[in-house]
């Protein structure tokens, strides 16, 4: 069967419910079509959860992971263990670690076919799905998929590609290729990070500046020494920063470049002098500007980008990166401090993958950049659109500082119109776009995204300025101008003022 063109044939009627975005066995989105879907789904109604084939592979569990934990739980459990997968006893190591801190739960770990099964009582199973979303220390539905079947992926082959892969980024960020850590995804690169800035920090809490994606936050606040929150990206954050810090020492600072979903963009340098004059080290999330447009290493102690996005655009394949900055103080600290933490971590079958469809990454991402730029435009000249978030806008000089000579100002914006509330889910339904969680595929990719993130804290991120109403966009390689006429057509059925 013909996959389906995402790019002349989204996913976005009623009809399109849980179909898998895109159409591959290892799919990490899922269509959500209507405005409805999103609420339904976050309020866990039936309905809408029994029609969902897939998901973001953090948020819901593969069916070939719930068969591999179903086929460990039948082998190794006990009368009221429940249990989970893991790539490797370090990762079993970790989680054990956190159940025990966040809940006293006791769990043992039991080694299976060359990975690694955690058991514990049944109650605790919420808080190792926890532990699974935040730290993306997860089994993959290749991984599962070659373990069910009794199968492994060569592993010359997985190999070759990650010293592929290495290369390519290493080439971007002007590093050795030992410079470059793979991981499983974005989010287990991120949680790596962080497990860097304790050991050379001292556990002492980090510093999320910015508004961030959702599990960034909560993996700091529940990781190592915890965090501080410090919203906004303005002159006046720096300041309540340095005020933070000349309180208490901090191991570090995160700042995502730019935020997702408000597409903000603190000063790094001031941020980097900084961290540097009190000691502390600066991680830098560059997956929503993508390191093809911006340069952030100089900055940075530490650079984490999601190769689920952009870099893979497909959309079918998992993978996050980890830069050492070679000219950091404390680059050897970091490489001892990291350097069995990695490996194994990305499955040879995903590294392959990913490989290949990174290829052509550059040539890519610089057609998202032009056709975002002009869908960015457009929303921001039409009379139904209140406010408009991306690089390309007036008031984000800080994100310009930071763009390569050839770069662009990355294919992810978000939007909000006047009267939200009763127009922002016509507009939507309406939107001739695929539609589902997670962004840089090569096909446009529409959200509710406050919904989907924090529909259980809506009056907290409206507080930060992030509104109940906004829609997240990830533009692809359509073409622009039928892109924009898609955007048109939508606007066009909202119900008057």
């Known amino acids: 069967m013909t996959a389906r063109n995402?790019?002349?044939?989204?996913?976005?009627?009623?009809?399109?419910?849980?179909?898998?975005?895109?159409?591959s066995p290892h799919a990490t989105s899922v269509c959500l079509p209507l405005w409805a879907h999103a609420v339904?789904?976050?309020?866990?109604?039936?309905?809408?959860?029994?029609?969902?084939?897939?998901?973001?592979?953090?948020?819901?569990?593969?069916?070939?992971?719930?068969?591999?934990?179903?086929?460990?739980?039948?082998?190794?459990?006990?009368?009221?263990?429940d249990c989970l997968v893991v790539p490797r006893r370090v990762v079993a190591e970790r989680l054990c670690a956190y159940l025990q801190r966040r809940g006293q739960h006791a769990a043992r770990i039991v080694d299976d076919e060359g990975l690694a099964v955690v058991l514990f009582a049944s109650e605790a199973a919420p808080v190792a799905k926890a532990f699974w979303q935040h730290t993306g220390e997860i089994v993959s539905s290749r991984l599962a998929e070659d373990h069910l079947a009794g199968t492994v992926a060569d592993p010359a082959e997985g190999a070759a590609a990650e010293d592929a892969l290495r290369q390519r980024l290493a080439t971007i960020y002007g590093v050795a290729p030992a410079d470059v850590l793979?991981?499983?995804?974005?989010?287990?690169?991120?949680?790596?990070?962080?497990?860097?800035?304790?050991?050379?920090?001292?556990?002492?809490?980090?510093?999320?500046?910015?508004?961030?994606?959702?599990?960034?936050?909560?993996?700091?606040?529940?990781?190592?020494g915890g965090a501080h929150f410090v919203p906004g990206t303005g002159p006046r954050s720096l300041d309540v920063m340095r005020?933070?810090?000349?309180?208490?020492?901090?191991?570090?600072?995160?700042?995502?470049?730019?935020?997702?979903p408000l597409l903000s963009c603190p000063d790094i340098a001031a941020v980097s002098e900084m961290m540097h004059q009190h000691g502390g080290l600066l991680v830098i999330d560059d997956t929503i500007g993508s390191a093809g447009n911006i340069h952030v290493l100089p900055y940075a102690d530490l650079v984490m980008g999601s190769l689920t996005k952009y870099f893979g655009g497909l959309g079918d394949v998992m993978g996050g990166s980890l830069v050492i900055n070679p000219a950091s103080p404390h680059a050897t600290a970091l490489h001892t401090a990291l350097r069995d933490d990695h490996d194994g971590l990305l499955y040879a079958r995903d590294a392959i993958v990913l490989e290949h469809h990174s290829r052509d990454y550059l040539e890519?991402?610089?057609?998202?950049?032009?056709?975002?730029?002009?869908?960015?435009?457009?929303?921001?000249?039409?009379?139904?659109?209140?406010?408009?978030?991306?690089?390309?806008?007036p008031g984000n000089e800080t994100f310009a500082k930071l763009r390569r000579p050839d770069g662009g100002n990355g294919g992810l914006l978000s939007f909000t119109l006047h009267d939200g509330a009763t127009r922002a889910p016509q507009v939507y339904d309406k939107l001739r776009v695929?539609?589902?969680?997670?962004?840089?595929?090569?096909?446009?990719?529409?959200?509710?995204?406050?919904?989907?993130?924090?529909?259980?804290?809506?009056?907290?991120?409206?507080?930060?300025?992030?509104?109940?109403?906004?829609?997240?966009?990830?533009v692809g390689l359509e073409d622009a101008d039928d892109l924009i006429a898609r955007f048109t057509e939508a606007l066009a059925s909202i119900t008057p003022c």
Request: glycine fraction near 10%; aromatic fraction near 8%; charged fraction near 20%.
């Open 40 to 81: 339904g789904y976050e309020e866990g109604d039936e309905a809408v959860l029994s029609k969902l084939g897939c998901g973001y592979p953090r948020f819901v569990f593969h069916h070939t992971v719930r068969a591999l934990i179903q086929r460990a739980r039948e082998r190794h459990a006990q009368n009221g263990e």
């Open 243 to 260: 005020t933070l810090i000349a309180r208490a020492p901090v191991s570090g600072c995160v700042i995502e470049t730019p935020g997702n």
């Open 182 to 224: 793979l991981f499983t995804n974005g989010m287990a690169a991120m949680a790596a990070a962080k497990r860097g800035l304790d050991a050379v920090g001292r556990h002492r809490p980090s510093v999320q500046l910015g508004f961030p994606y959702v599990d960034v936050l909560k993996m700091q606040e529940q990781f190592g």
């Open 364 to 393: 890519r991402l610089r057609a998202i950049n032009t056709n975002a730029d002009r869908v960015a435009a457009f929303l921001a000249g039409h009379p139904a659109v209140d406010t408009v978030y991306h690089p390309s806008l």
């Open 434 to 474: 695929s539609k589902g969680p997670s962004l840089g595929t090569n096909y446009t990719l529409a959200c509710p995204y406050t919904i989907l993130a924090h529909y259980h804290e809506l009056d907290w991120a409206e507080e930060h300025g992030v509104s109940p109403h906004l829609i997240r966009v990830s």
């Open 6 to 23: 995402l790019l002349t044939d989204p996913v976005w009627q009623a009809g399109d419910l849980g179909h898998p975005i895109p159409d």
